[in-house]
């Protein structure tokens, strides 16, 4: 009988770690779907300009910090001048350096048009474990491919400004009309998001 049991629980046992161990190796996405969705006319360029700067496709933190250790993705300060970066739960504080640079020229500038007001980062760079994470919170989650796979797109909340959440027309106008400046000078691409409240940014290879 003690063998018995002996010999349950050590399959038990067996079987449970196996499992948590598959868990663990499998990714939380299929990639052959991910593939699959098709980016709409108006997101295809943020994904083209997204593919100029020398990163894959990031899958997982490993991806990253290979990044990060070969000197492709930077880290970004969570405030500086015209803007705070807040907590960050399903993305991750780097980006490819001309991003970073570009994120820093708009805050200065926002700074400066607005005499001193701060705008709030709300997402940087995301892996596709990530997203497949945001997606189990998130519904509007991107389910193909996102820009913020490739570290040069972020988002700047437009209700959320001097680290308040409160609607402030004046600041969303000033904070478009920097969006615009950029825009036209070839160094960004932009989406007003309305469901997440924010612009979604992407740096092109200017």
Known sequence: MKKLLSLIFTSFVFT?????????KLPCYDLTEVLKVEPTALYKPHLDASKSFGVKLLRDSKTVQKYIGNGKLHKVKKTAKGYRVQKLDYSRAYLVSKAKITLEKIGSRFSKETKGHTFT?????RTLEDQCRLRKVNSNASLGIS???YGNSFDISYVRFNNVLKYNPKMEAALEKVLKYYANAGRIYYIKEKQQS???ITVRNY
């Open 16 to 24: 449970f770690y196996y499992s948590q161990a598959a868990s663990k």
């Open 121 to 125: 980062v709300s997402s940087i760079t």
């Open 147 to 149: 820009s913020h796979n």
């Open 198 to 200: 924010c612009y979604h």
